[in-house]
């Protein structure tokens, strides 16, 4: 059974931080955990992802301003936020795939149920 629970969201203005986790359950030789968003009316879009050995990809619209990490241990996945702007309001999800990491929620395997980011 495979279970991603993010936590963290909430409501911030413009130019402040955020921090989301999330939990995972499972993990294979390789792994790829990635964070997504989605806003209304809009398609789900890769933030940023991180493999097994800690290679991480970006958005164009977050670098500099999103991190990406993972503790293997405790199996959990950090997404910062800094300098938060309106146009980072969305749904943000947790997901999972076998193998290397891409930036397409196709290629994702498993999905958490999101949570809430809103900024103004």
């Known amino acids: 059974h495979v279970q991603l629970v993010e936590s963290g969201g909430g409501s911030v203005k413009a130019g402040e931080s955020l921090k989301l986790s999330c939990v995972y359950e499972?993990?294979?030789?390789?792994?790829?955990m990635g964070w997504f968003r989605q806003a209304p009316g809009k398609v789900r879009e890769g933030v940023a992802a991180?493999?097994?050995?800690?290679?991480?990809k970006y958005a164009d619209s977050v670098k500099g301003r999103f991190t990406i990490s993972k503790d293997n241990a405790k199996k959990i996945v950090i997404l910062k936020m800094s300098n938060l702007k309106p146009e980072d309001t969305a749904m943000y999800y947790c997901?999972?795939?076998?193998?290397?990491?891409?930036?397409?929620?196709?290629?994702?395997?498993?999905w958490g149920r999101g949570t809430q980011v809103t900024v103004s």
């Open positions: 499972y993990e294979y030789s390789s792994t790829c």
């Open positions: 997901a999972a795939k076998y193998g290397g990491c891409t930036l397409d929620a196709t290629d994702f395997n498993y």
């Open positions: 991180i493999d097994t050995d800690g290679a991480v």
